[in-house]
């Protein structure tokens, strides 16, 4: 039973943050619809040695500190994404820290990477250990960290095992310098030290932001395809703020997601697919709400596509309808297997 219909109105009239937590303490409790359908044979797909039984997942932010991964897959997700979890805890920026803009179908957020820090993060993976289901783990910097490529290292060190990918955050807004970290020569270097930190096979993604210039792109792309990346992420929040029409909420600091954020990200993901020739997987996320907004991405050259900002406004059902529509949409156009949409758009 979707229950999500009769508590949204409620939920606009709580604080952003409260309603969030809120929202995951309803996931703990089982209060939630379950996605039982099976998963449309064209949704699956095959990336590093993992089966994606279909390309939705949900983006970092949302269960920072892991705890729901298997809630969020019971609604029918192929994949979720915990943290951003840096190696000790932080309060983040002080409250308020989320902005809902309604009329735009959008978030701004501040938050800096608030959570409970590697050890709590651990406790509950090794917890889950036996049960199945693709939980990557999102990785960052404490602010005030002498060495923040270090920080990426230590997290490596902490989840190698347990997750099932991870995502190397240096695009967040809210963390200040973070985002220099994706200059050429700083790149090379956190990107050399953390792949030989992984002692493993554990694929490392890199989740870039979407305000970055050609020269910056074409850098992270030599960059990635030099080093051998396993993927990218594209892209986090934006700091722009054109067309926003909220008042004075639109002129709130920090990153912006949802609507908005869909044809920059989309287009930011249509280059990265172009400068990598298609080598490198792509996970698109940005302002993803329909199945045609997944189809978009997954042609400009996303192999899958995450999504968050959009569930805030039209509940845990979303998933199961863009499924279907998603499926729709290939079999429109003649396409068997999503793998053969993968950058049509991008050619």
């Known amino acids: 039973m979707d229950l999500f219909p009769l508590v949204r109105p409620a939920l606009r009239f709580i604080e952003p943050e409260r309603a969030h937590r809120l929202?995951?303490?309803?996931?703990?409790?089982?209060?939630?619809?379950?996605?039982?359908?099976?998963?449309?044979?064209?949704?699956?797909?095959?990336?590093?040695?993992l089966h994606f039984p279909n390309p939705l997942g949900i983006a970092a932010g949302f269960d920072k500190?892991?705890?729901?991964?298997?809630?969020?897959?019971?609604?029918?997700?192929?994949?979720?994404?915990?943290?951003?979890?840096t190696p000790r805890p932080q309060p983040g920026n002080p409250r308020p820290r989320i902005f809902r803009l309604t009329e735009e179908r959008a978030v701004i957020n501040r938050l800096g990477f608030n959570n409970e820090g590697h050890a709590?993060?651990?406790?509950?993976?090794?917890?889950?250990?036996?049960?199945?289901?693709i939980v990557g783990v999102n990785i960052g910097a404490n602010k005030d960290a002498a060495d923040r490529i270090a920080d990426y290292e230590a997290g490596i060190a902490a989840f190698e095992g347990l997750a099932s990918y991870?995502?190397?955050?240096?695009?967040?807004?809210?963390?200040?310098?973070?985002?220099?970290?994706?200059n050429k020569a700083e790149l090379e270097?956190?990107?050399?030290?953390?792949?030989?930190?992984?002692?493993?096979?554990?694929?490392?993604?890199?989740?870039?932001?979407?305000?970055?210039?050609?020269?910056?792109?074409a850098d992270i792309a030599e960059v990635a395809r030099d080093?051998?990346?396993?993927?990218l992420i594209v892209s986090n929040t934006t700091i722009r703020r054109e067309g926003l029409v909220s008042?004075?909420?639109?002129?709130?600091?920090g990153g912006l997601s949802g609507q908005p954020l869909f044809a920059l990200s989309t287009e930011v993901l249509r280059t990265m697919y172009r400068l990598t020739?298609?080598?490198?997987?792509?996970?698109?996320?940005?302002?993803?709400?329909?199945?045609?907004?997944?189809?978009?991405?997954?042609?400009?050259?996303?192999?899958?596509?995450?999504?968050?900002?959009?569930?805030?406004?039209?509940?845990?059902?979303?998933?199961?309808?863009?499924?279907?529509?998603?499926?729709?949409?290939?079999?429109?156009?003649?396409?068997?297997?999503?793998?053969?949409?993968?950058?049509?758009?991008?050619?």
């Open 23 to 49: 929202t995951i303490l309803g996931l703990k409790l089982g209060l939630a619809p379950r996605d039982v359908a099976p998963n449309p044979s064209s949704l699956g797909i095959d990336l590093w040695g």
């Open 65 to 85: 500190n892991g705890e729901v991964p298997d809630a969020m897959l019971k609604l029918g997700l192929g994949f979720a994404e915990v943290g951003t979890v």
């Open 120 to 133: 709590a993060l651990k406790r509950r993976l090794i917890a889950r250990r036996a049960r199945s289901g």
């Open 166 to 182: 991870f995502t190397v955050n240096i695009s967040s807004p809210n963390t200040p310098g973070l985002r220099a970290l994706q």
């Open 189 to 217: 270097t956190l990107v050399a030290r953390v792949m030989k930190a992984r002692q493993g096979r554990t694929p490392i993604l890199l989740k870039i932001a979407p305000d970055l210039t050609d020269e910056e792109l």
């Open 227 to 231: 080093q051998s990346l396993d993927g």
């Open 247 to 253: 008042g004075p909420l639109a002129n709130e600091t």
């Open 277 to 347: 020739g298609g080598k490198i997987p792509i996970v698109g996320v940005g302002g993803v709400a329909s199945g045609a907004d997944a189809y978009a991405k997954i042609r400009a050259g996303a192999s899958l596509v995450q999504l968050y900002t959009a569930l805030t406004f039209d509940g845990p059902t979303l998933v199961s309808r863009i499924k279907r529509e998603l499926a729709l949409l290939l079999a429109a156009d003649g396409i068997e297997h999503l793998r053969d949409a993968v950058g049509l758009d991008a050619q």
